[in-house]
């Protein structure tokens, strides 16, 4: 099926809000599951060199440069920014940098370098340039590209040589996924946001729970979500195994993209909104799996162990061996014994070591808010940094003082930048450190080989600065 | 792509669920050539302690597993991120098969991208053929695409299944890039369609 107009489905059949934009993309069916789309949107960072080396050495060329975007964040460092470029000082980094660049101009692509005001991090700079919209097919060689599903947008990562295909021909051969909503009913708690939903939701279906799958977000709790918090809904969909994670484009989207340089213009706005209000699952459409989540009942979360789906409410206790055996065991033993936890221990006052705010998980604005609020008026126990996820954040956040409410609480405010979620740019934690992290992976060795990860919303990681423990941050709330 | 038709080798069990794109390959090492000391990047933190020496506890560390070609691992393996060089890593160090009950998506693409063959087959088979590989160390598993088959020396052929179109390309070891390409015509009157649907999209 092709689009003649821009809704182009078979009449009366109730479709998901996937399916009409997995439609509106198929340029040929190969196979039974498995299609050609076009891709609206590529964005690309440093980890493009693969991708544009083998491009380049087939003699290949940039197909529709106009729908590609580059920017530096992988290994961009947080300190020393004034300097531009000459600050970074280690020379293979520099390398990486400068090689994008240089592949940009030679592909005629768009690059925000690492004095560009419009430089940040890959998924949050889509969404705040307005390069990502509702209905798109979204690309970018990194697995949280599923962060711009929360446009209404089907954004999907992949590896050097689906970027290298994206690069020569704007399209790809995907495998139609299985469909999973999961439908998020009730109140949040104040104190919670979209980063303990989306951790209780990682808790109870698997780090695997979504493998084959694209996920659906609906439900009162999502709709009434800022854009920042779906944002960081949808980011973690990969956590879960998902291809990607959506949620239906609305008021908040459209009003989130109105007027970003590059979102439609005037005199187009209205026909897209039009169109955008299409995009949405109807009433009888069919998923392969449904999860509910009264969120009305959730406590902020925390992970324990060393994969995204380890996570517990903060006034809950690590697992018990004595309740398991075979593999499950053998996991959250080895999990255990790497976090340097003991079985059934308490994780609210468990002391730790330093703590980092950013990433594209949480460093949009809202988070960086959410976070100033615990942390206004206190003092930071324990080293901390914030790294905002764009320049452009940073600004805002500075204009609103909250870099002051930061560094008087001794928390070092620094430059964007993907930094400790990856460490790829130096950003470390030492062996052994225990770390709150406002980032998606608790991998062994994800932020530095023996580094000990507990994944948390920004509060919590506020919350863990001014007392130098993993605490319920409501505590801290309730006591202003 | 080097196409997969047959292959045989000595296969490691690799009793390890969820194993991610870091444990493949440390993110320290991406931002290195793929030149050839590529392979050694490969479970380079499960096989060497912080001093850098060999830990005996990695079941490749084993002298029987020195020419270990396929691996025999846990649900959901190379989960995590989207980094193709956690596919050349076992490339580069001589894997052209991984059989496991499931495997992250993206690697699995990725995978098939390179001539790598992800075999998923039921828990309890992954599980049997572990097994089967601890009391025999240094068995070996042929695995066959055109069959689509795995066989052990237990006298067990299991059988798998993969999209026949992306059989048919890892078989031939097809380019994506040139395949795609032939269709350029059907490619460029899509593209104007979709435009002229969407005139927000100029830019
Ligand atoms: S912040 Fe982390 S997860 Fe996000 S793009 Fe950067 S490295 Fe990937």
């Known amino acids: ?480 | 792509m080097q196409p997969f038709t047959t292959f045989t080798a000595v296969a490691a069990p690799l009793d390890i669920t969820n194993v991610n794109t870091d444990m493949l390959i440390p993110a320290r090492f991406l931002r290195k050539p793929r030149d050839e000391r590529y392979g050694t990047y490969l479970f380079h933190d499960l096989r060497h302690d912080e001093d850098g020496r060999l830990r005996d506890s990695f079941v490749l560390n084993e002298a029987v597993y020195q020419d270990a070609k396929i691996l025999v691992a846990g649900a959901n393996f190379g989960c995590g991120s989207s980094r193709e060089s956690a596919v050349y890593v076992l490339l580069d160090s001589g894997f052209r098969c991984v059989i496991a009950p499931s495997f992250g998506d993206i690697f699995f693409g990725n995978a098939l991208q390179n001539g790598v063959l992800p075999v998923v087959l039921p828990e309890a088979e992954c599980i049997e053929l572990r097994a089967f590989l601890d009391a025999n160390p240094g068995a070996t598993i042929t695995a066959d695409l055109q069959a689509q088959t795995v066989s052990a020396g237990d006298g067990k052929v299991r059988r798998f299944a993969l999209d026949p179109l992306r059989r048919e390309r890892m078989l031939k070891g097809l380019d994506e890039i040139g395949l795609t390409l032939t269709r350029l015509p059907a490619i460029e009157s899509f593209e104007q369609r979709y435009a002229a649907a969407r005139p927000w999209l100029d830019r």
């Open chain 1, 1 to 480: 099926m092709t689009a003649e107009s821009p809704v182009a489905l078979a009449p009366n059949a109730p479709s998901t809000l996937f399916e009409k934009i997995w439609n509106a993309h198929v340029i040929e069916q190969g196979s039974a599951d498995d299609a050609l789309l076009h891709v609206d949107q590529n964005f690309l960072h440093e980890g493009a060199f693969l991708a544009f080396a083998a491009l380049r050495k087939e003699g290949r060329t940039v197909r529709r440069p106009k729908q590609h975007f580059a920017v530096a964040d992988h290994y961009v460092p947080t300190l020393g920014r004034e300097a531009g470029i000459a600050g970074v000082t280690d020379p293979e980094v520099r390398g990486l940098i400068d090689l994008l660049e240089q592949n940009a101009a030679w592909g005629g692509i768009d690059y925000a370098g690492i004095d560009d005001p419009r430089q940040g991090i890959v998924h949050v700079i889509g969404p705040e340039l307005g390069l990502t919209h509702p209905g798109m097919v979204i690309t970018c060689g990194d697995s949280h590209t599923s962060t711009h599903g929360a446009f209404g947008a089907f954004a999907f990562g992949m590896g050097a040589s689906q970027v290298k295909q994206v690069l020569a021909t704007q399209c790809l051969w995907q495998r139609k996924p299985k469909l999973l909503r999961i439908t998020i009913d009730g109140t949040l708690a104040p104190g919670l946001s979209g980063k303990d939903v989306i951790l209780a939701v990682i808790a109870q279906i698997g780090a695997a729970g979504a493998t084959g799958h694209v996920i659906e977000y609906a439900g009162s709790t999502i709709r009434s979500m800022s854009m920042e918090n779906r944002l960081t809904v949808c980011n973690m969909s990969i956590e879960a195994g998902g291809r990607a994670g959506m949620i239906r484009a609305d008021d908040t989207t459209f009003d989130y993209l109105h007027g970003r340089p590059f979102a439609p213009k005037q005199q187009h706005w209205d026909a897209a909104v039009a169109y955008w209000r299409t995009l949405k699952t109807d009433e009888g459409a069919a998923f392969d799996r449904e999860v509910r989540v009264d969120a009305g009942a959730l406590v902020p979360m925390v992970t324990w162990g060393t994969s995204p789906g380890q996570g517990l409410p903060i006034t809950g206790r690590v697992p018990d061996l004595a309740t398991l055996s075979g593999d499950a065991r053998r996991a959250v033993e080895s999990a255990l014994s790497y976090m340097g936890l003991k079985p059934g221990q308490a994780m609210d006052g468990l002391p730790v070591d330093r703590v980092f705010i950013g990433s594209c998980t949480n460093s949009r604005l809202d988070d960086i808010r959410a976070a100033a609020a615990v942390v206004r008026g206190r003092k930071a126990k324990i080293p901390a940094f914030v790294s905002p996820g764009s320049t452009q954040i940073k600004r805002e956040a500075e204009a609103e003082g909250l870099d002051r409410v930061f560094i008087e609480a001794g928390i070092e405010w620094r430059a964007s930048g993907c930094s400790m979620c990856v460490g790829t740019n130096g950003d470390l934690l030492q062996p052994g450190e225990r770390s709150a992290s406002t980032s998606n992976r608790n991998f062994e060795g994800r932020q530095g080989r023996g580094a000990r990860t507990h994944l948390v919303s920004p509060a919590m990681a506020a919350a863990a600065a001014v007392t130098g423990t993993l605490t319920d941050v409501r505590r801290l709330l309730a006591a202003g």
